[in-house]
């Protein structure tokens, strides 16, 4: 696991009084296992997760797991990930305001349980708000029921804030099994990914880099990853919204996108149906 200093992610609520799960396996009689929290630069590559895709599809294997919109379409869906991060999110939010760009969050709960005033001012403004488990960890390595703890503390923070549950996940640092991706689908979620990675995350970036890697890679129906406590970022997206807009293409939000999906969408959607009813 790589560590970067730059924006140690998410930071645990300092003043949180719930202990940390690895603090109560230390109270137990065993020890603990190492806690397989996803940090910065873990991030799996859009290429990777295009190949997990396709194996998946020759296999036969129909999820519902959204790893880009429908490319014939002119839209796009920006979404930020590991909020809220205090005021850094405070000034993405007046960014997108004034860009007059809808977004989608994919929220850590104990961010979210940090700052509940930027969660309901997200949903005011018109973002989409997903779930990004409760602390971020790497989902294929904890145990499956875990994985089920981790969505559902995560949709309870964002239930109490905003009165209502989403349906979407995305998993820290994009990474899924087959057995994450039956829970998700069990409890109710699509599995969220991307399409285009500029790794904003990674110390040194600046606008220019970001925003150049966003341009590069930008394709109709794409999904773009970037972070919510990243202030370059913040400083690229007048450039990247420019270069979207003069692409005609329109940014959106992921349900959205779905919801104007093609093919594959459909069929994942009829299946999520399907998996809801049991
Ligand atoms: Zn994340």
Redesign the pocket.
């Known amino acids: 696991m790589r560590f970067n200093a730059r924006e140690p ?2 930071n645990p609520p300092v003043t949180s009084p719930e202990p940390q799960p690895a603090t109560r396996r230390q109270q137990g009689a065993t020890a603990p296992p190492p806690r397989p929290e ?1 940090v910065e630069g873990d ?1 799996r590559k859009s290429v990777e997760l295009a190949l997990q895709d396709d194996v998946e599809r020759e296999r036969g294997i129909r999820s519902f797991k959204v790893i880009s919109g429908d490319p014939k379409q002119p839209y796009v869906a920006l979404t930020f ?2 909020g809220p991060h205090g005021d850094k999110t405070m000034l993405l939010l007046d960014t997108l305001k004034r860009l007059k760009c809808p977004a989608t969050f ?1 929220l ?1 709960g104990m961010q979210a349980r940090r700052y509940p005033g930027i969660v309901e001012r997200m949903a005011m403004e018109g973002h989409e708000i997903g779930n ?1 488990t409760y602390h ?1 960890y790497r989902l294929p390595l904890i145990p499956l029921e875990e994985v089920a703890t981790e969505l559902n503390l995560c949709r309870d923070v964002l239930r109490s804030i905003l009165g209502v549950r989403t349906r979407l996940v ?1 998993p ?2 994009g990474e899924y099994n087959a057995a994450v991706q039956r829970i998700i689908e069990l409890n109710g979620y699509a599995n969220i990914l991307w399409t285009d990675d500029p790794s904003d995350y990674k110390a040194g970036r600046t606008a220019k880099q970001i925003e150049g890697f966003v341009a590069r890679d930008l394709t109709p129906g794409g999904i773009i990853l970037l ?1 919510s406590g990243v202030l370059p970022t913040v400083e690229a997206l007048p450039n990247i919204l420019a270069n979207i807009r003069s692409r005609g293409l329109i940014p959106i939000t992921v349900s959205e996108l779905i919801q104007r999906g093609g093919g594959l969408l459909k069929i994942s959607k009829v299946r999520i149906s399907q998996t809801s009813a049991h």
């Open positions: 992610m998410p996803v991030y990930d590991d994919f850590v990004h971020h995305r820290p640092g972070h």
